[in-house]
């Protein structure tokens, strides 16, 4: 567990650096807003948080990962991340900020990434 980074990972740099490509400016993991967003993007009041597809239960195939040892106790810690995220999105939206999330297999493929990203964004409303 020491050995798992709670920012600056894989997923999250190439998110910023698509980013950044695109033209936008952005602060990392503002401690003043709840949860730490990922990305927060002030001019457009948006906050990005790059999820770990196993951390935070996704869907997809390395989110549905059962695993074989001490299973109970990582579905009660997995279930716990789910809940503060919601949690965590409730306060964000409440104080007026819009919550985009980008999923670690999403950041697999740089080209999509980049097609997901100008998609969830919104280029024609922010430009």
Known sequence: MAAIKGSNT???VRVRSILHSMGYRFRLHR???????DIVL???????????CFWHCHDCRWGIVVPKTRAEFWADKRRGNVE???????????????????WECQTRDMEA?????AGLIGLDTLS
């Open 42 to 52: 002030t001019k457009y009041r948006t906050v990005i948080f790059v999820h770990g």
């Open 113 to 117: 990434l980049k097609l997901t990203l």
């Open 84 to 102: 503060r995220d919601v949690r965590k999105t409730e306060a964000l939206e409440a104080l007026g900020w819009r919550v985009l999330r980008v």
């Open 31 to 37: 401690k003043d807003l709840p949860g730490k967003p």
């Open 10 to 12: 894989k997923p999250e």
